[in-house]
């Protein structure tokens, strides 16, 4: 057992790293962090928590059954790229659906550059593609709603038969599960490797991320810098690329619609935090102010 000190608890998260003290057992800092994983905090729609740090790859896991949805999926890949980490996708449960080609194909135009497996534990199907994610010395978080066998996963990865993370029982027919996993977990794997999984992460938020939703669409970024003007909105402006190659049919329209609703969400999610940040400010200040006014008043 290692000693946190008071002051360094409260900031530390998952995949933290940390430098300790042997002869003392305890944490004597921690350590900068390359990569940080946030979502907005459940109930308050835009503030951001960081829910992981240093997470050199998200595993983007998506069933093929029910749960199967290109625009989550993309949402999932933005958050990805949109906080410097690489993604990759696993479709599960490969046996249990039937248009696994057509969905594996889909996935694959939305996913672009980034690999899709479809995979399935249980019936041991692409467990390569599963082992090849795990190396020395590298994070995996696994991002995904719950149900779709993110701890099924964990226990492949872990080597265990006997099940050590709890999967919950989904309801073959529709596809549900029950959200089972509620706290953050960090799994150390056999070969050094590590592993987060978070809970249902369910409420994707697209706060913190640069450019996530332009790398993952960067088809139609590319096109689009052929637009007449630089900050084009691609809705009818005139010399717009974009949609020329939609109507040259080089450009999916509804992808296109996807990604300007993205974009518009993180637009409002940058604006709601420079509100908010503002109103802090104002407020801060207002205090000083009453404080001096206080003060002199005494004097
Ligand atoms: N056939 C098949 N079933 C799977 C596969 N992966 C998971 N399951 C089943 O799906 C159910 C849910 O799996 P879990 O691993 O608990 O899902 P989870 O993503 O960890 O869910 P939460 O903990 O709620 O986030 C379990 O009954 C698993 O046995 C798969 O690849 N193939
Ligand atoms: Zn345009």
């Known amino acids: 057992m290692l000693l946190v000190p008071?002051?360094?608890?409260?900031?530390?998260?998952?995949?933290?790293?940390?430098?300790?003290?042997?002869?003392?057992?305890?944490?004597?800092?921690?350590?900068?962090?390359?990569?940080?994983?946030?979502r907005r905090r459940p109930g308050r729609a835009e503030r951001a928590q960081v829910v992981a740090a240093n997470v050199d790859v998200a595993v983007v896991v998506m069933a093929l059954d029910g749960d199967f949805s290109v625009r989550r999926l993309s949402r999932y890949l933005a958050l990805a790229h949109g906080h410097q980490v690489e993604p990759?996708?696993?479709?599960?449960?490969?046996?249990?659906?039937?248009?696994?080609?057509?969905?594996?194909?889909?996935?694959?135009?939305?996913?672009?550059?980034?690999?899709?497996?479809?995979?399935d534990v249980v019936a041991g199907i692409g467990l390569d593609a599963v082992s090849a994610l795990v190396e020395e010395g590298r994070t995996l978080a696994l991002l995904g709603s719950s149900g779709v066998g993110k701890s099924t996963?964990?226990?492949?990865?872990?080597?265990?038969?006997?099940?050590?993370?709890?999967?919950?029982e989904t309801r073959a027919s529709?596809?549900?599960?029950?959200?089972?996993?509620?706290?953050?977990?960090?799994?150390?794997l056999p070969g050094g490797g590590l592993v987060l999984d978070t809970p249902g992460m369910r409420e994707v938020g697209l706060v913190g991320g640069d450019d996530g939703v332009e790398r993952t669409f960067d088809d139609i970024a590319e096109v689009a810098r052929g637009c007449r003007f630089r900050d084009c909105l691609?809705?009818?402006?005139p010399g717009c690329a974009v949609a020329r190659a939609i109507q040259g049919g080089a450009l999916d329209a509804e992808r296109v619609a996807e990604a300007q609703g993205l974009g518009r969400e993180r637009t409002r999610a940058e604006r709601r935090a420079w509100e908010r940040d503002l109103k802090t400010k104002s407020r801060q200040a207002s205090r000083a102010l009453r404080e001096v006014l206080a003060r002199k008043g005494r004097t």
Do not use: Y
């Open 234 to 237: 691609h809705q009818g402006e």
């Open 153 to 168: 996963l964990v226990n492949h990865w872990l080597g265990v038969g006997e099940h050590l993370v709890r999967t919950a």
């Open 88 to 119: 990759c996708v696993l479709l599960t449960k490969a046996a249990l659906a039937a248009d696994v080609e057509a969905r594996v194909r889909e996935a694959r135009i939305a996913a672009r550059s980034v690999p899709v497996h479809a995979v």
């Open 6 to 38: 008071r002051r360094l608890r409260e900031g530390l998260v998952a995949g933290d790293w940390v430098a300790w003290h042997e002869g003392r057992g305890a944490v004597e800092q921690v350590l900068p962090r390359f990569s940080c994983f946030e």
């Open 174 to 188: 529709d596809g549900t599960g029950r959200h089972t996993t509620t706290h953050r977990e960090l799994h150390r």
